[in-house]
């Protein structure tokens, strides 16, 4: 019989296209070439037993030929590969991305397979890391963990297989004393095997972390966390729960490897060459994190296609945005970025304050930046030494430079710093920010400018007074537009302020309550929505459809509301569209919050004005100061109607002197010495929003709304009464009758009870919804405890009263006691 060679087939599938070494790619393919079917399961060789090699060698050689075998072999497992004598476990697939296991003939000299057990574990870490590489060059991977797997590849084939084929190996063949305890010498002596050890224990961490994230339910750790932190949140914090995108990913990259790595350094911090090897994988593998931080820093630019930096950008897919809307402005403002917390390195993570505040200034940098650029239309902008403070900068080229020490608090401050610098100058220079929230507050609230706020109402008064209609309110508006222009221009004469050409007059389609009411109940409602949350990726949906129903006004009124006809001054509002970049600092929501200031401002000044003109009809008309009615007229109906008038009057001004003076300029006094364009924002909003809630206004505006009905009703019985007075006398009758009348002395009899019946009403009425008030403000400013009360009550006159409320208080009980 004849017998035919067998031709083997060689296909070679590794690419061993980055390997220079002509040398190493040969032996390497002479390992591959044989490598199926797998030994351990169809072996082509039958080994020759080691206990059986005294047959062919003498003693003396048998330990040395043993020897050889075992170094040839272990020469393939550390690339690896099975051997004669070490061999993959039966259990080992290569085609699943197992790590192989390798294992030892029995017979192997004991002193042999303690070093070959020492030493099989590289060739373990060879496969794994080669797995890895090959595993994490995929783009969802992200950019730091292909950053990694280039490195590992790069080690692999520029300096471990090289050690292997050309120094290993070339000895092996080369030197015939070349013994098991030299290759181990040699592998320890150039610090290869400890840095392939490292780097397999890098990868088993991530491995690890990997593993973890698919066990764990993400989404259910991410609301847990998300609630935990709106409980323990503060209004005196510096980031909002709002702005921290909580979503984790089912892939640990990013931050999250530089974390592993980075402590992994901290761990090696007595072995000097294991942490100098680590560090300059650090700086290797987080080149990109560092450039986009830093782009992110110095130019507001956000580089991050993988979704792995700590900034994300919630509106990527969103094109056609419109920055003079204010909508989409105060959106690209609040929510466009925010602080990704999957990933965040420990420095972020501390218990203390100095995380919250580091992560602040970095996204409030970046956002800043944004401000400017899209300001003066640049899309460089240029880097100037006097931009930054004391012309003092911390220089660091890489990450690892970057977290050493305090290096990193201070790179962030001086790049938040030179932003809030360059910002602030263009606001206060460019676009006079000052002036606008100075003009905001003149026509809002009136500060300085009562003559002409008060003008306005007084011109309007006739149109304020009819009660509202859906049919008649465009005209009505139009009137009062008219005539709040005709003021404007009056105005202009000596005032050119930008808000003043802005601000237009309109009437709501919502009365001031229902207004009011919406705004108290979605205050109430907001940790309510979020404990309501399934999905964490709507909350910015969700706080953006409330912030544009509260902003657009879409408030519905319950259906089994009852419907009462109210003055169009409940209706008047004035509104402003504040143009960009101005609208960051004086967003959309600061303008509800002005506007909601200013409709109970304007409320009180318009029952002010209301007053003073039914002042003048009681005191200085002749029918009220005839002297020829009765004793009980004079006494039940004029002399009470002037005392209650009067007191309705000092009360009103005791509320619009207190809220004025001690809620609202106190607040606002607050802005004024800011020299920070984030702090100037968020005491604006902090400021707007205490007025909002001082106890005259949130928590008491409904007992208001019912003594100011009181008041508008009263003062329409008292302008009515002049024709009702003539009745009651006949000189007067005689004098005034118009012949619509006719004098009738016991009508009058059984009219003058009702009238005095209808004046007890009114007194009694205000006199208790006033003590209601009075027991609110009492309650707000910490009960029967609190001086104001004693003070009121007589048991200290002589206490200066200078806490927060006392003018209202205090005027309110004298009131009381003139009553």
Not at 267 to 279: A, I, R, V
Not at 334 to 357: A, E, P, V
């Amino acid at each position: 019989m004849e017998v035919r060679p067998v031709e083997d087939y060689v296909e070679l599938l590794q690419d061993l296209s980055t390997v220079q070494n002509v040398e190493l790619k040969n032996a390497f393919l002479a390992r591959q070439t044989n490598y199926e079917p797998l030994s351990n399961v169809n072996p082509k060789l039958v080994l020759y037993p080691l206990d059986q090699l005294n047959k062919i060698t003498s003693n003396s050689d048998l330990m040395r030929v043993q020897e050889s075998l075992v170094v040839h072999d272990l020469l393939d497992n550390l690339m690896g590969l099975s051997g004669t004598y070490i061999r993959y476990n039966n259990e080992f697939n290569p085609y699943n991305g197992d790590v192989p296991e390798f294992k030892i003939a029995k017979k192997m000299d004991a002193s042999l397979k303690s070093f070959s057990k020492r030493t099989l574990q590289y060739g373990s870490y060879f496969v794994s890391l080669n797995n890895a590489s090959e595993r994490w060059s995929d783009i969802k991977y992200g950019v730091v963990l292909q950053s990694l797997s280039y490195v590992i590849k790069s080690f692999i084939n520029d300096i471990y297989l090289p050690l292997l084929v050309n120094k290993l190996e070339r000895s092996y063949h080369e030197d015939p004393t070349f013994s098991i305890r030299e290759l181990k010498q040699l592998l320890n002596d150039s610090e290869i095997g400890k840095q392939l050890t490292l780097l397999h224990n890098l990868v088993s961490k991530i491995e690890d972390e990997m593993i973890t994230r698919e066990k764990t339910d993400l989404q259910q750790l991410s609301r847990e966390d998300f609630l935990f932190e709106v409980e323990q949140f503060n209004g005196n914090d510096d980031l909002s729960p709002i702005f921290i995108e909580r979503k984790i990913s089912p892939i640990a990259k990013g931050g999250t490897i530089l974390k592993i790595l980075y402590k992994m350094i901290l761990e090696c911090l007595g072995d000097t060459t294991s942490m100098h090897f680590l560090q300059n994988l650090l700086i290797k593998i987080s080149d990109n994190y560092y450039k986009t931080l830093h782009g992110w820093m110095t130019q507001g630019e956000l580089n991050d296609p993988c979704d792995e930096f700590m900034i994300i950008n919630t509106m990527t897919n969103i094109n056609n945005i419109n920055i003079l809307n204010p909508i989409q402005c105060d959106r690209i403002w609040l929510t466009q970025y925010g602080i990704r917390k999957d990933g965040l390195l420990d420095k972020f993570t501390s218990s203390n304050d100095k995380g919250n505040n580091l992560l602040f200034k970095i996204l409030s940098t970046g956002k800043l930046l944004n401000v400017i650029k899209r300001s003066l239309e640049l899309n460089i902008l240029p880097i100037r030494d006097e931009d930054f403070p004391m012309h003092s900068t911390v220089s660091v080229s890489n990450f690892v430079e970057l977290m050493e020490g305090t290096n990193f608090e201070l790179y962030v401050d001086q790049w938040y710093q030179r932003a809030n610098k360059i910002c602030l100058t263009m606001l206060v220079q460019g676009f006079k920010l000052p002036e606008v929230m100075e003009n905001l507050s003149r026509w809002y609230f009136g500060f300085n400018n009562d003559y002409h706020v008060n003008k306005i109402l007084q011109d309007s008064l006739v149109e304020l007074t009819r009660h509202y209609s859906d049919k008649n309110s465009g005209v009505i508006e139009n009137r009062i537009k008219i005539k709040f222009n005709n003021g404007k221009r009056q105005c202009d004469m000596n005032d050119k302020d930008m808000i003043l050409k802005l601000m237009v007059v309109q009437l709501d389609k919502e009365s001031f309550h229902d207004v009011i009411m919406q705004y108290i109940n979605s205050e109430l409602q907001t940790i309510g929505n979020a404990n309501k949350l399934n999905n964490l990726d709507s909350i910015r949906d969700i706080v953006m459809q409330e912030f544009e129903e509260a902003t657009t006004n879409i408030i519905k009124p319950p259906s089994d509301k009852p419907i009462n006809k109210l003055n169009n001054i409940h209706y008047m509002k004035m509104d402003i569209g504040i143009p960009f970049p101005l609208n960051v600092i004086i967003n959309r929501s600061c303008i509800l919050q002005y506007q909601l200031i200013n409709r109970y401002l304007n409320l009180l000044r318009y029952h002010n004005i209301v007053l003073e003109e039914t002042w003048i009809e009681i005191n200085k008309n002749y029918i009220w100061k005839y002297t020829g009615f009765n004793n009980e007229i004079k006494s039940k109906i004029i002399r009470r109607s002037r005392l209650i008038h009067n007191g309705m009057n000092n009360f009103i001004k005791s509320i619009l002197e207190y809220f004025v003076q001690d809620v609202i300029v106190m607040e606002m006094s607050k802005c004024e010495t800011l020299d920070d364009v984030m702090e100037i924002q968020s005491q604006l909003a902090e400021s707007l929003t205490n007025i909002l809630h001082d106890g005259c206004l949130m928590k008491l505006i409904e007992i208001q709304l019912q003594i100011f009905d009181i008041i508008n009703k009263f003062c329409k019985f008292l302008l009515s009464m002049r024709r009702k007075l003539v009745q009651l006398d006949y000189n007067l009758y005689e004098r005034f009758q118009d012949g619509v009348l006719t004098y009738d002395e016991e009508d009058n009899l059984v009219k003058i009870p009702e009238y005095i019946e209808f004046i007890k009403t009114v007194s009694q009425s205000f006199q208790d919804h006033r003590h209601t008030l009075l027991e609110g403000l009492w309650y707000h400013y910490q009960g029967k405890d609190h001086p104001l009360f004693k003070n009121s009550m007589g048991n200290d006159d002589s206490m200066s009263v200078i806490t927060h409320g006392s003018r209202l208080i205090t005027s309110s009980v004298n009131v009381s006691l003139s009553l």
